[in-house]
């Protein structure tokens, strides 16, 4: 009895700019009911992918996207995020973010709001 192929879905394509990565950093983050992480950057590239729930995610100066569970995204190495955060007031989000490291770097460095 043969089995059905596997099926690969592409969820995300991206080029990554920053050089050599020398390891990564996975974790699972969870933001309450319209929980939102602020104006941040990351000294490394991160890819994510939403677990559960939707989330509102703005790089500056581009418009606001909806990320629905099952999308996946980048967040450019020392790109400022406008914003990241839980689109429900009711339901908890859930995502998980790969940290892309070169060396010894912080995963995340938070800015003053505009």
């Known amino acids: 009895m043969s089995q059905p192929p596997i099926e690969r879905k592409e969820l995300l394509k991206t080029v990554l700019k920053n050089g050599v990565f020398t390891s990564a950093d996975v974790r699972e983050i969870r933001l309450q009911p319209g929980?939102?992480?602020g104006r941040h950057l990351h000294p490394c590239a991160v890819l994510g992918y939403i677990v559960e729930?939707?989330?509102t995610y703005q790089i500056e100066g581009?418009?606001?996207q909806i990320l629905p569970a099952g999308?996946?995204?980048h967040e450019p190495a020392g790109v400022t995020i406008t914003n990241f955060g839980n689109a429900s007031g009711s339901?908890?989000?859930t995502f998980v973010?790969?940290?892309l490291l070169n060396g010894d770097q912080?995963?995340?460095q938070m800015l003053e709001a505009k």
């Open 35 to 37: 929980q939102q992480s």
């Open 53 to 55: 729930g939707t989330a």
């Open 62 to 64: 581009d418009a606001e």
């Open 71 to 73: 999308s996946a995204f």
């Open 91 to 93: 339901k908890p989000m």
């Open 97 to 99: 973010a790969f940290y």
């Open 106 to 108: 912080e995963l995340i």
